[in-house]
Each structure stands twice: as structure tokens, then as C-alpha cells.
């Protein structure tokens, strides 16, 4: 049996923005919108986006390449194309890294000091 792991939502991050500032729906829906909105037409651009603390988005070439059909194992061709390409700040990486050691601890036995 698996668990599966939680995810946080679009919807899930409306909610976040409508508890902090308390706006109507409305409006927290549509900041959420303008940010993705935001990095989307900027990486369709060529632009790379660095959020100082969290990371930075940037798109990537992908070369083309020679695939196979997996139903039939006919030869395909894959042409290259842009794929979007997130880089985590240290600072991000440090604190998803102590959140673990943090989530581990609780959930360990062993008293801590």
C-alpha cells in the first residue's frame, strides 16, 4: 500500500491569500491568476524569472531526437522544444532540507536534548 504524499492546490493557495489578507474571493483568485499568468507569458517570451529567496524559472532546449512507438516499435521522430526549467534558491533548498530533519525528529522515539 502506498500513501499518497499532500498536495497543495491552486485552489489550496487562493485559500492561503484569502485567510492573509483577507479580500474577497474574487480578488485573492485573481492574484493567484496574475502570478502564474505572469511567469507563463515570460518564460513564452524567452525571460528567466528569479524570485530572490524561493528560486528561478528559466526554459531549456531540448534536442531532438529518434523515439519509438511503444505499441508498435516503429522508429518516430521527436523534434526538439522548450521545456520549463525551475532552479530552487539555497535558501529554499535549506529549508525544505530542515523541515525534514524536523519532521523526522517528531517522528522519531528517542528524546531530544
Do not use: C, H, W, Y
Not at 493557495?13 to 496574475?34: C, F, G, H
Not at 526549467?85 to 533548498?93: H, V
Amino acid at each position: 500500500m502506498t500513501t499518497k504524499q499532500p498536495t497543495l492546490t491552486k485552489a489550496d493557495l487562493i485559500e492561503e491569500v484569502l485567510s492573509l489578507t483577507e479580500l474577497p474571493r474574487k480578488e485573492s483568485e485573481t492574484i493567484v491568476e496574475t502570478i502564474f499568468d505572469s511567469i507563463i507569458a515570460a518564460l513564452q517570451k524567452g525571460d528567466k524569472i528569479e524570485i530572490r529567496g524561493f528560486g528561478s524559472f528559466r526554459t531549456r532546449q531540448r534536442r531532438g531526437r529518434v523515439g519509438r512507438n511503444p505499441k508498435t516499435g516503429a522508429k518516430v521522430e521527436v523534434p526538439a522544444k522548450k521545456i520549463p526549467f525551475f532552479k530552487p534558491s539555497k535558501e529554499l533548498k535549506d529549508f525544505v532540507n530542515s523541515a525534514e530533519a524536523q519532521a523526522s525528529a517528531a517522528g522519531s522515539d528517542s528524546p531530544r536534548a
